[in-house]
């Protein structure tokens, strides 16, 4: 059985060097299966586990373009098993695209606890920027609301604006204070009344993610 599973990652392996990036595309998910059937194979160097992990990712975005989440869900978690020796600083954006893309994947055939555990795995290095952080959190965001949890999901919104610098909104808003900015808004409607459609398009990546947010 273990020779089998060599003699099919070494098959696999071989699509993968001999094909031209066009004809990849084709049997892309074919070859990265026979691959996947003796990960060690692919394990001798980081730059082989680099390879392997990058493997799953574009195997599993294929996945994705197929709507078939749980087989996208697995190239996935394939290439976050060959992390283990990569250190996080050297291969970045390579671990923020697995996990983000797993935890979306495990959101998507609604396995929470999955999910979770990929979002707590690389929140966990907690060195994030902002822009990377962000659409982790408004998977969980977005889970929590579609389970009813809105107290919860409230609460990670007002982080996530807070985080991006807006301030929270308050519990108890004066009468005043909701008369003032409601008559803002209706100034800005009348004074925009025909023309909405003549402004630029926004292009503030803050304001984009607060909008985000309140959807």
Same mark, same amino acid.
């Given at each position: 059985?273990?020779?089998?599973?060599?003699?099919?990652?070494?098959?696999?392996?071989?699509?993968?060097?001999?094909?031209?990036?066009?004809?990849?595309?084709?049997?892309?998910?074919?070859?990265?299966?026979?691959?996947?059937? !003796?990960?060690? =194979?692919?394990?001798? $160097?980081?730059?082989? &586990? *680099?390879? /392997?992990?990058?493997?799953?990712? @574009?195997?599993?975005?294929?996945?994705?373009?197929?709507?078939?989440?749980?087989?996208?869900?697995?190239?996935?978690?394939?290439?976050?098993?060959?992390?283990?020796?990569?250190?996080?600083?050297?291969?970045?954006?390579?671990?923020?695209?697995?996990?983000?893309?797993?935890?979306?994947?495990?959101?998507?055939?609604?396995?929470?606890?999955?999910?979770?555990?990929?979002? !707590?795995?690389? =929140?966990?290095?907690? $060195?994030?920027?902002? &822009? *990377?952080? /962000?659409?982790?959190?408004?998977? @969980?965001?977005?889970?929590?609301?579609?389970?009813?949890?809105?107290?919860?999901?409230?609460?990670?919104?007002?982080?996530?604006?807070?985080?991006?610098?807006?301030?929270?909104?308050?519990?108890?808003?004066?009468?005043?204070?909701?008369?003032?900015?409601?008559?803002?808004?209706?100034?800005?409607?009348?004074?925009?009344?025909?023309?909405?459609?003549?402004?630029?398009?926004?292009?503030?990546?803050?304001?984009?993610?607060?909008?985000?947010?309140?959807?």
């Amino acid at each position: 059985e273990e020779d089998r599973q060599l003699l099919q990652a070494k098959i696999g392996k071989s699509i993968v060097d001999q094909a031209s990036p066009e004809e990849l595309d084709g049997v892309l998910l074919l070859a990265v299966d026979l691959c996947n059937s !003796d990960p060690s =194979l692919f394990a001798s $160097s980081p730059k082989d &586990e *680099e390879h /392997f992990a990058q493997l799953n990712l @574009r195997a599993g975005k294929q996945a994705v373009q197929n709507s078939a989440f749980s087989y996208a869900a697995v190239y996935f978690m394939s290439g976050i098993g060959a992390l283990g020796n990569l250190p996080f600083e050297d291969n970045r954006q390579l671990h923020v695209d697995l996990y983000g893309l797993a935890s979306q994947a495990h959101y998507c055939k609604g396995d929470t606890d999955k999910m979770n555990e990929c979002l !707590d795995a690389v =929140l966990s290095f907690g $060195s994030l920027t902002v &822009e *990377e952080s /962000f659409p982790l959190q408004m998977t @969980r965001c977005k889970s929590l609301y579609v389970r009813h949890q809105y107290n919860e999901a409230l609460a990670l919104g007002q982080k996530m604006l807070k985080d991006i610098g807006y301030k929270p909104f308050p519990k108890k808003a004066p009468m005043p204070y909701v008369i003032k900015e409601f008559m803002k808004t209706k100034r800005l409607l009348k004074k925009y009344d025909g023309k909405f459609l003549d402004l630029p398009l926004m292009t503030d990546k803050n304001r984009l993610r607060a909008i985000k947010v309140f959807k």
